[in-house]
């Protein structure tokens, strides 16, 4: 489906309009070999998230060790009368990613009469299932969806939206996953698509200790490393891949000079394998680099902010400083 008609009915029934920009699907093979042919090996963390693996997930956001669902949830409950202050009356709100469907029913209950909600994912069959769950339990907000590639920036211009100020809202800390440079693309993607008086309210996690931090991604119960290992599973099951998982084993790694949390599988013994017929090789001791979660002082997260036009007008915090999010306008003279 291609409707990019401003104003025309959708055909899913409870959308005001279902926009597919066609995002080219990703190629998990050519990923994979490309990952596999570096030195050191690595794999992109967007293939996580299969059917199983976003199960996984869930139940990391539930351990004691992983602080940042939680906390995130806890700042929204506390700065509710804030948000509505600011975004005023008929906000609409732009969700790149439509994730946790928690964080965004408490930042619409929160508002004053939002007028819309547009749920942005490269997924076309996941987005169109949670903007429908969110179009039936508020009848009175314009719902929309776009199938689009948010990461090469925002295309709204075509649609007809609510006339309110519009809010992107990009909680999870999910901007740490990118590297620096990934990080000012995104943002400066965002910022291109605003106009004057719109915003964006972003999560960010904080720099902490550092035992603190690797064990929010090294849990003692082993789901973190479920979660990392599911990726072999499905390169096993999907790919043709002969890798033994039982070889690998999961750890979490801070680094300091770069700020952010690496995730990565270690070979525990010599391992040679296959990918659809494509041998690798992979050394005791090699490891297979998976994610990285970028941490941010406030210091720094302002920075590039800055670098890319914006102005951090707000920054809320947990009595712990264990995670922030900031509200941020486009800069007068960007």
Same mark, same amino acid.
């Given at each position: 489906?291609?409707?990019?008609?401003?104003?025309?009915?959708?055909?899913?029934?409870?959308?005001?309009?279902?926009?597919?920009?066609?995002?080219?699907? #990703?190629?998990?093979?050519?990923?994979?070999?490309?990952?596999?042919?570096?030195?050191?090996?690595?794999?992109?963390?967007?293939?996580?998230?299969?059917?199983? #693996?976003?199960?996984?997930?869930?139940?990391?956001?539930?351990?004691?060790?992983?602080?940042?669902?939680?906390?995130?949830? #806890?700042?929204?409950?506390?700065?509710?009368?804030?948000?509505?202050?600011?975004?005023?009356?008929?906000?609409?709100?732009?969700?790149?990613?439509?994730?946790?469907?928690?964080?965004?029913?408490?930042?619409?209950?929160?508002?004053?009469?939002?007028?819309?909600?547009?749920?942005?994912?490269?997924?076309?069959?996941?987005?169109?299932?949670?903007?429908?769950?969110?179009?039936?339990?508020?009848?009175?907000?314009?719902?929309?969806?776009?199938?689009?590639?948010?990461?090469?920036?925002?295309?709204?211009?075509?649609?007809?939206?609510?006339?309110?100020?519009?809010?992107?809202?990009?909680?999870?800390?999910?901007?740490?996953?990118?590297?620096?440079?990934?990080?000012?693309?995104?943002?400066?993607?965002?910022?291109?698509?605003?106009?004057?008086?719109?915003?964006?309210?972003?999560?960010?996690?904080?720099?902490?200790?550092?035992?603190?931090?690797?064990?929010?991604?090294?849990?003692?119960?082993?789901?973190?490393?479920?979660?990392?290992?599911?990726?072999?599973?499905?390169?096993?099951?999907?790919?043709? #891949?002969?890798?033994?998982?039982?070889?690998?084993?999961?750890?979490?790694?801070?680094?300091?000079?770069?700020?952010?949390?690496?995730?990565?599988?270690?070979?525990?013994?010599?391992?040679?394998?296959?990918?659809?017929?494509?041998?690798?090789?992979?050394?005791?001791?090699?490891?297979?680099?998976?994610?990285?979660?970028?941490?941010?002082?406030?210091?720094?997260?302002?920075?590039?902010?800055?670098?890319?036009?914006?102005?951090?007008?707000?920054?809320?915090?947990?009595?712990?400083?264990?995670?922030?999010?900031?509200?941020?306008?486009?800069?007068?003279?960007?």
């Amino acid at each position: 489906m291609h409707d990019r008609v401003s104003g025309r009915p959708s055909t899913h029934a409870a959308l005001a309009f279902y926009d597919d920009q066609q995002p080219p699907a #990703g190629d998990f093979l050519a990923d994979v070999l490309d990952g596999f042919s570096r030195t050191p090996k690595q794999l992109t963390p967007v293939y996580f998230y299969d059917a199983k #693996g976003s199960a996984i997930f869930d139940e990391i956001t539930a351990l004691p060790e992983y602080y940042v669902t939680r906390t995130e949830l #806890g700042i929204l409950d506390q700065i509710g009368s804030e948000l509505a202050a600011l975004a005023g009356p008929g906000a609409v709100v732009i969700e790149p990613g439509s994730g946790s469907s928690v964080k965004i029913r408490k930042l619409l209950d929160a508002l004053s009469v939002p007028a819309a909600y547009v749920g942005l994912d490269i997924s076309g069959e996941h987005l169109e299932s949670a903007c429908q769950e969110i179009a039936a339990d508020y009848p009175n907000l314009q719902v929309g969806a776009i199938c689009a590639d948010f990461t090469e920036g925002l295309d709204l211009k075509h649609l007809t939206l609510e006339s309110g100020r519009r809010i992107i809202f990009f909680p999870g800390s999910t901007i740490g996953n990118f590297e620096p440079e990934g990080a000012r693309a995104l943002l400066s993607g965002f910022r291109k698509a605003m106009r004057p008086g719109d915003a964006v309210l972003i999560g960010a996690d904080r720099v902490k200790d550092a035992d603190r931090l690797v064990a929010a991604y090294d849990d003692k119960a082993g789901v973190t490393a479920r979660f990392n290992l599911n990726l072999i599973d499905r390169i096993n099951d999907e790919l043709g #891949g002969t890798i033994d998982a039982s070889a690998l084993r999961h750890k979490a790694i801070w680094n300091a000079e770069k700020a952010r949390i690496e995730m990565h599988l270690i070979a525990i013994r010599d391992l040679h394998f296959t990918v659809s017929g494509h041998e690798f090789q992979l050394r005791e001791g090699e490891s297979i680099h998976t994610e990285n979660s970028h941490k941010f002082t406030p210091e720094s997260f302002t920075s590039l902010a800055k670098s890319v036009g914006f102005d951090v007008l707000q920054t809320w915090s947990d009595p712990a400083d264990l995670f922030t999010l900031h509200w941020l306008e486009p800069a007068a003279k960007a």
